[in-house]
Nanobody, 124 residues
Framework: QVQLVESGGGLVQAGGSLKLSCTAS????????MGWFRQAPGKEREFVAT????????YYADLVKGRVTISRDNAKNTVYLQMSSLKPDDTAVYYC?????????????????WGQGTQVTVSS
């Protein structure tokens, strides 16, 4: 049974930073594409970032490019999302997702496994 557990969300002031973590189990993490998505109230789930199996390739949404870094530690089965210069518009539930293929994808439907999400709230 695949489980993805996010942590690290919280309340932060605009301009601040947060680092999210997602620990996976039940899959071969080192052979899995990992992604981060977010969903704000009343909006569709949107792509944030994705990383390939060994971290050599990453891809970011334009909205967060330059402010967000995705990374992974295969020894810990964990993927991270370092966020800085946060804005109120970044407020959302952040989800990690896993795709056991070798193709970086940006659409939620491409990821079969999801975590429960962690709330990030950025105050102005």
């Amino acid at each position: 049974q695949v489980q993805l557990v996010e942590s690290g969300g919280g309340l932060v002031q605009a301009g601040g930073s947060l680092k999210l973590s997602c620990t996976a189990s039940g899959l071969t993490f080192s052979k899995t594409i990992m992604g981060w998505f977010r969903q704000a109230p009343g909006k569709e789930r949107e792509f944030v970032a994705t990383i390939n199996w060994n971290g050599s390739r990453t891809y970011y949404a334009d909205l967060v490019k330059g402010r967000v870094t995705i990374s992974r530690d295969n020894a810990k089965n964990t993927v991270y999302l370092q966020m800085s210069s946060l804005k109120p518009d970044d407020t959302a539930v952040y989800y990690c997702a896993a795709d056991p293929t070798f193709i970086l994808r940006t659409t939620p439907g491409a990821y079969p496994y999801w975590g429960q999400g962690t709330q990030v709230t950025v105050s102005s």
